[in-house]
């Protein structure tokens, strides 16, 4: 399945039951409009109303990227290369358990 949404939107794709514990695999491409500020590309997980219990990849304040579990114990894995503005990037965050994650940024991985 393949969805396309209007740049500079807050479009969200929500489905019913999906996995929500590790392992999975979350990937995407984007462009980015600009730079420095976080960015969430794809989110998947519980809305609990705390933020928490979710699997995320997104652009950082520093322009790389992050693959991160949200609980109520944090952690992430990012990127050496950043993202640039208006170029495309596949982008692919990998959560093999609760704490083993990595993050692939135009094919090239980070832990």
Do not use: C
């Not at 790389?64 to 992430?76: D, K, P, Q, W």
């Not at 990998?94 to 993050?103: I, M």
Request: charged letters at 10%; glycine letters at 10%; proline letters at 1%.
């Amino acid at each position: 399945m393949g969805m396309r949404f209007v740049a500079g939107s807050s479009q969200y794709l929500s489905r019913g039951a999906l996995a929500t514990a590790a392992p999975l695999t979350l990937a995407a491409r984007v462009r980015l409009a600009s730079l420095g500020t976080a960015r969430s590309f794809m989110s998947l997980g519980v809305n609990d109303g705390s933020g928490n219990n979710r699997f995320n990849i997104q652009s950082n304040s520093t322009n790389t990227v992050s693959a991160i579990t949200r609980t109520t114990a944090s952690a992430a894995a990012s990127s050496a290369g950043t993202v640039s503005l208006g170029k495309w990037h596949h982008v692919i965050g990998v959560f093999h358990s609760a704490t083993s994650r990595f993050v692939w940024l135009d094919g090239v991985e980070s832990a």
